[in-house]
């Protein structure tokens, strides 16, 4: 029966078909956050809007998917509880699944080398899923990431030196333009 159950799980994760939370977090995790990130304020975070809800649910993507609440009115950083939101009367677990079809709007969050994204169908979002590459970001987004951790606490700050090389870079080829 377990083998019956894992094979299931398989075939769902290799399908395209997105079943829990934590497929969909580990998904965007692995592919949008460089391995030597291990800041838990620059994890992916996917909005999910929905019809005739006032309010909407964030999903923090790691390794260990945090899904929180978030009022129409709220302030950056307060979040609200389950039993007191618009999805009262589902479990965190599944509500993503149970309301895929009222799916409004999607958004991914930018953070760091994320750029914002948006999809307005559950349809789209799980084909931008199937897009992505489990094997993690390109090696041009994970430079930066790679430069800094070896540079972060030399002496004179060459945190600085880099910024202003690359700087200069990108003057210099906006001059040639």
């Known amino acids: 029966m377990w083998y019956i159950r894992r094979e299931m799980k398989r075939v769902a994760r290799e399908g395209g078909t997105y079943t829990t939370n934590e497929q969909i977090a580990r998904r965007v995790y692995r592919s949008l956050k460089t391995p030597s990130d291990s800041d838990r304020t620059t994890d992916p975070i996917v909005a999910f809007h929905f019809k005739g809800k006032d309010d909407y649910i964030l999903m923090r993507c790691n390794k260990a998917p945090e899904i929180s609440i978030k009022g129409k009115d709220q302030i950056a950083g307060e979040v609200k509880f389950f039993a007191y939101s618009d999805f009262k009367e589902y479990d965190e677990r599944s509500v993503l699944?149970?309301?895929?079809?009222?799916?409004?709007?999607?958004?991914?969050?930018?953070?760091?080398?994320?750029?914002?994204?948006?999809?307005?169908?559950?349809?789209?979002?799980?084909?931008?899923?199937?897009?992505?590459?489990?094997?993690g970001i390109q090696i041009s987004l994970k430079l930066p990431c790679l430069v800094y951790e070896s540079v972060n606490h030399l002496k004179p700050s060459m945190q600085n030196y880099i910024v202003e090389a690359i700087k200069a870079a990108l003057k210099n080829s906006k001059d040639e333009e």
Do not use: M, P, Q
């Open 97 to 135: 699944f149970r309301l895929k079809e009222d799916v409004s709007l999607i958004e991914l969050y930018s953070k760091g080398a994320i750029k914002k994204t948006t999809w307005d169908s559950w349809d789209r979002f799980c084909r931008w899923l199937d897009s992505l590459d489990a094997e």
